[in-house]
């Protein structure tokens, strides 16, 4: 079945740099696109960007413009978002989903919890 | 503060009918397709209606979805206990992607 597997919790220190790992399973990688969104404790959904897996074209949020890479190898069906110079208000469970042009985010990870904290 | 404006609370008992609206402006809901996900306590979203008003299959058709200008609206008609949950409406903005606030759903 169609899959998205996250890695798991992480806890860094302000500054430091988180990489968040979305491993894809039952359908073909590069047909779609991988959407990041994030939320925060207690907070709604934040979309952070995308990416196309096809050819690695990438759309971030403009607050997080500068601090957020999104990556993908078709090698291993994985896409990655990496976050810089984290604060505490980052701190935020994050999710992958999928991007399908017709359906939007169909398919979700399972979230992986951030955690910054001195 | 949210692009798109929902009601942050709706409630109702079960087998009523409940619409949860959604607001946004002629750069988002009024160009572009609204979306809806459901997201119940402590589990990742889930799509429930995608291109304004068409339902994944697997989602019951008591979940509906409306498009009307610059605004949207879910409608779940026989509310049931399992419904109790968050929903989102999202839209693409400029080529950016739009979350409205979240609307709790109690069940009463």
Known sequence: QVQLVQSGAEVKKPGASVKVSCKASGYTFTSYGISWVRQAPGQGLEWMGWISAYNGNTNYAQKLQGRVTMTTDTSTSTAYMELRSLRSDDTAVYYCARVARMYGMDVWGQGTTVTVSS | ?108
């Open chain 2, 1 to 108: 503060q949210s692009v798109l404006t929902q009601p942050p609370s709706a409630s109702g008992t079960p087998g009523q009918r409940v619409t949860i609206s959604c607001s946004g402006s002629s750069s988002n809901i009024g160009s572009n397709y609204v979306y809806w996900y459901q997201q119940l306590p402590g589990t990742a979203p889930k799509l429930l209606i995608y291109r304004n008003n068409q339902r994944p299959s697997g989602v019951p058709d008591r979940f509906s979805g409306s498009k009307s200008g610059t605004s949207a609206s879910l409608a779940i008609s026989g509310l049931r206990s399992e419904d109790e949950a968050d929903y989102y409406c999202a839209a693409w903005d400029d080529s950016l992607k739009v979350f409205g606030g979240g609307t709790k759903l109690t069940v009463l």
